[in-house]
């Protein structure tokens, strides 16, 4: 069963997570290289899952949705500690594409193949 949960929610939840359980943020040097680490994790999986490698042993036990939560979890980690509201983030990032990408997609060709 799914939950639905917003950005907004997402931020507080890990907030709240890393004041409790995790006791503070870890630097924000250090969570970039904890993205950087997860972000490779991530594709292991994706290359050997959807690439041209195959898995080794029991890798292929790890989760896809699970990977990228951990990524997730960093992102917003660094964006708490940044001040940076990602709903807000995403949505003007998605109208600064739409205005520059209006018409660069459809007319691509090597996207109609």
Known sequence: MASEIT?????????QWIKTVGVK???ELTNLGILMEEV??????MVRKFGDQSFKNKEEEVLLADEMA??????????NQTGVDLAAAL????QKKTIRDA??????EKLQR
């Open 7 to 15: 950005i907004h929610q997402a931020q507080e939840k890990v907030d």
């Open 25 to 27: 943020y870890f630097s």
């Open 40 to 45: 490779g994790e991530l594709s292991r999986i």
């Open 70 to 79: 951990d990524v997730l979890f960093v992102l917003i980690c660094l964006a």
């Open 91 to 94: 949505e003007k990032n998605i």
């Open 103 to 108: 018409s660069r997609h459809q007319n691509n």
